[in-house]
């Protein structure tokens, strides 16, 4: 069983719809959570961090944290095809310099004009 | 914010020669940083961690003499791929964690496409 559980997609949605991404875990140790979105052959770009469980929001992105159901969730609001990118899922077992990351498998997420 | 940069972004080499990916952090020291691998439509997996004055650790089935890693100074970490094949064309990507300033994020390298002939 992998560390981090994420559906690869492809995810196909209309302009100005909700997207949910959704990631699981099997390791209770993890506690730092975080969000990617990478574009085709570029490196990932931050858009969440989260430590706890609950919601965190910034602009149309909200992560949300379950640590008791190890899931948590990246919801957009009004999408747009600039959204359009593989989104990934990653966590670590602290927030240290030197704790490494393990990432989901990423969901390809395109959202149709 | 924190700037990660990564050099060259494409290179082209036959098989049997060296290639070096440079990672440089920009704006902040990095003790820590990290090398990725990933193939097309997968996600990023962590090749090493590579720490400044010291040995890189290296994950479990990474060959480390394949795979030499140099962190010489705070704000640079290099990637040897050493005697390339074609099986080791793929996308590297580079990291390196921000200090308390950037919240200890980690920021990213924008990736080298290794194609091995």
């Known amino acids: 069983q992998k560390e981090v559980e994420q559906d690869p997609g492809p995810l196909s949605v209309p302009e100005g719809a909700i997207v949910s991404l959704n990631c699981t875990y099997s390791n209770s140790a993890f506690q730092y959570f975080m969000w990617y979105r990478q574009y085709s052959r570029k490196g990932p770009e931050l858009l969440m961090y989260?430590?706890?469980?609950g919601n965190k929001e910034d602009g149309r992105f909200t992560a949300q944290v379950d640590k008791s159901s190890k899931y948590i969730s990246l919801f957009i609001r009004d999408s747009q095809p600039s959204d359009s990118a593989t989104y990934l899922c990653a966590m670590s077992f602290s927030y240290s310099s030197a704790s490494k990351i393990i990432f989901g498998s990423g969901t390809r997420l395109s959202i149709r004009p | 914010g924190a700037v990660v940069s990564q050099h060259p972004s494409w290179v082209i080499c036959k098989s049997g020669t060296s290639v070096k990916i440079e990672c440089r952090s920009l704006?902040?020291?990095?003790?820590?940083m990290f090398w990725y691998r990933q193939f097309p439509k997968q996600s990023l997996m962590l090749m090493a961690t590579?720490?400044?004055?010291?040995?890189?650790?290296?994950e479990q089935g990474v060959e480390k003499d394949k795979f030499l890693i140099n962190h010489a100074s705070l704000t640079l970490s290099t990637l040897t791929v050493t005697s390339a094949h074609p099986e080791d064309s793929s996308f590297y990507i580079c990291s390196a964690r921000g200090n308390q300033a950037t919240n200890e994020k980690l920021f990213f390298g924008s990736g080298t496409q290794l194609s091995v002939l």
């Open positions: 704006d902040f020291q990095a003790t820590t």
């Open positions: 590579s720490n400044e004055g010291s040995k890189a650790t290296y």
């Open positions: 989260t430590y706890s469980s």
